[in-house]
């Protein structure tokens, strides 16, 4: 009768906290959504030129590496490294390990102007690695407070910070086995049930209050069917090319970031305006598609509206090289799906759901390249479009294509910061 209890009042503290959780996620959400309104009406909706919204995107840009490499340099970048630390520590040297005192959540906190200027401006990353970081931080504060709680007393703190990681991008998007999947593929390095079943509980409850702001991307209930025979070939040339693409993304982030990180040290004020000017410039050029994570186009994509041009892929490639490696308080997931997307875009000739079914499979191949999370990946772009007949393919594609990337690639960015950080 006492096990049955305890296993009831576990499941209800976990059920709350997730609860806890997916409130939490709101202002990451909210600003997501602010970023796409002034995208949609200064630059997609305008009939002027764009001379005010270039202006936005300067100072806004400026302000926030300005923070991000001074007063707040602790806030920058995804987020998600410490927990990436965590999984190399022992269990018994955890609760000394540096990587906590940046999951504290007033390092979350001190986030926001950050994530703040980083939407207002449109810097090109996502609120994936934000919304990780901040369930990792929520979770590890919840423990530190009450350490004593059956719930979690018994677990690791490297694999406490995992399932918080894992179910906070769940319930950022509403989908706890997308969760799953990115702490078993990515952060944890515990696979068994007592890391499966908390993240389910704490990402499925966190997702009941979570809002669908900030994820214009996330189609759901769209109908495109079985991948026609004459399609498959398309198919397979964009899951070669975006294992290229997402290979080629990582092997020239990580050497721009040292690059970058080394300028904004000596010359903070110079290397951020000189960044500011290149991202205000692509935007420019893109008529605005350039920013954000690519959701907007993303969606259109996933549609078979085209979503934008091959070059609106060079200009979100670039900006998303230089968003990324200049520090960002964002991830690279949405962006790396929508790079893929846009590789359908010179398909005109075909029919629009066969565009929305290759835009898919390229998003799925080069997301895979780049992160080396094949099942996540599919699950990911699975997730927006919402096909289950889509889900094979989907899982093919990343499979082969975080295959044909692996010698190419070399180390993913997450695996790049985790060596730059010991």
Known sequence: ???????????????????????????????????????????????????SAAALVFAGTLAMLWLAWGPLARGGGGGLTPVLVLQRSSTEAST?????????????????????????????????????????????????????????AALPIPLLAAIGGGA????????????????IEELSREKGLSMVLPTLLLAGSGAVVATTLGQPARLGGLTLGLLDSAVWPWALLLTVLGAGLGALFVRLLIPLAHGLAV???????RAAALVAALLTLLAWISGGLSLNDGSLSLAAALQGDGGGSLGTLLC????SL???????????????????????????????????????????????AANRTPLFCALFVFTLQGDPQLLVPLLLASAVSAELAEPWRGSTWNEAQLAASS
């Open 168 to 183: 906070g991008l769940g319930a950022a998007f509403r989908s706890p086995l997308l969760g799953v999947a990115y702490a």
């Open 96 to 152: 000394q390990n540096p990587a906590l005192e940046r999951l504290e959540l007033g390092v979350q906190l001190r986030r926001l102007p950050l994530i703040v200027l980083t939407h207002l401006a449109g810097l090109t990353v996502g609120v994936e690695s934000p919304s990780a970081a901040l369930g990792a931080s929520l979770l590890l504060a919840v423990r530190r407070r009450w350490p004593h709680i059956q719930a979690w």
């Open 322 to 368: 230089i968003s990324i490696a200049a520090g960002a308080p964002g991830g690279l997931m949405h962006d790396t799906m929508t790079l893929g997307a846009l590789l359908a875009s010179p398909l005109t000739g075909l029919p629009a759901v066969a565009r929305a079914q290759l835009a898919a499979i390229g998003a799925a191949a080069l997301f895979a």
């Open 1 to 51: 009768m006492n096990a049955r209890h305890n296993a009831l009042g576990a499941l209800l503290i976990w059920l709350g906290l997730g609860l806890l959780l997916g409130l939490a996620e709101w202002p990451y959400q909210l600003l997501s959504e602010l970023g796409f309104l002034v995208q949609r009406r200064l630059w997609l909706q305008a009939q002027a030129p764009h001379g």
């Open 263 to 269: 300028r904004l040290r000596a010359q903070r004020i």
């Open 316 to 319: 979100r490639f670039l900006a």
